[in-house]
């Protein structure tokens, strides 16, 4: 299976690096020419900037309204039952650019993004929290199947920008034994009953203890990653926090001006 996944991902390059002698680098927040060399023009850039500055709930990660003080203990958009990590960091919503720039990311493995991204989530959890408390960046990871439909594991990939920039070790003491269907029109209880047992641990005494950072690229109802921090806690792990590139919501009247597709 191994040598499978590495022969796709190389075939997968290959084809990559022929696209990009062929075609014109395109800005992956809105499609325009001539961009910067991380994938986003400067007003996607700017727009970008934009996301990060919004106010969230540290608890679900849902944009938070003016005036609405950030709490530990959550916000109204919290569900009844909080999720098992202890915390959420985010760049912002799922709105533009962050939501094309996180289908590049998925489906065509823009590096120069995947970079800047990375060090961004890694700038924002750094000012949540001092570092020195965490142990370990572990990827929420996909099924094989995925893995090998998409030539690479975008959350890990991740992962390993934010342990990079952190200094912190990269994890893969966790793993998906059960392949899920897509979630997207899930209502949060189904989800949970879906995902329930779809992750395990390789060696429960690896993370015996530990403090671990979970990472992905969005969280919508935080199922998928209440399941992960929970199989993680039962492990042995002393706490899991959660940090994503992007919170999906639905639109919302204090975030007025942007741009939601």
């Known amino acids: 299976m191994e040598l499978l996944e590495t022969v796709v991902a190389a075939a997968r390059q290959c084809l990559s690096g022929a696209t990009d002698l062929l075609l014109p680098e395109i800005c992956c927040g809105c499609g325009s020419v001539n961009t910067l060399a991380d994938g986003l023009c400067e007003p996607c850039a700017r727009s970008l900037l934009d996301l990060v500055s919004l106010p969230y709930c540290t608890r679900c990660g849902a944009t938070l309204g003016p005036n609405i003080p950030a709490s ?12 098992r990590f202890k915390f959420v960091v985010r760049l912002g919503p799922y709105a533009a650019p962050l939501r094309p720039a996180i289908k590049q990311l998925k489906y065509h493995r823009h590096e120069g993004l995947l970079k ?135 639109p919302t009247a204090y975030a007025s001006g942007l741009q939601w597709r």
């Open 116 to 250: 800047r991204l990375g060090k961004l989530l890694a700038e924002a959890v750094a000012n949540r929290i001092d570092t020195s408390q965490l142990d370990v960046v572990i990827p929420v990871p996909m099924h094989w199947r995925r893995r090998l439909a998409r030539g690479y594991d975008h959350s890990r990939a991740i992962a390993s920008q934010i342990a990079g920039n952190l200094e912190l070790p990269l994890g893969d003491e966790l793993i998906r034994v059960r392949h899920t269907p897509p979630q997207v029109r899930l209502p949060r209880t189904r989800r949970l009953e879906m995902v329930r047992g779809a992750f395990s641990v390789k060696s429960p005494r690896t993370v015996s203890g530990a403090r671990v950072l979970l990472a992905d690229d969005v969280t919508t109802t935080g199922a998928t990653a209440n399941e992960a921090a929970r199989t993680l806690l039962r492990a042995g792990a002393s706490e899991v926090a959660l940090a994503v590139i992007a919170k999906a919501e639905p």
């Open 72 to 83: 530990d203990e959550g916000c109204a958009a919290c569900p009844s039952t909080l999720p």
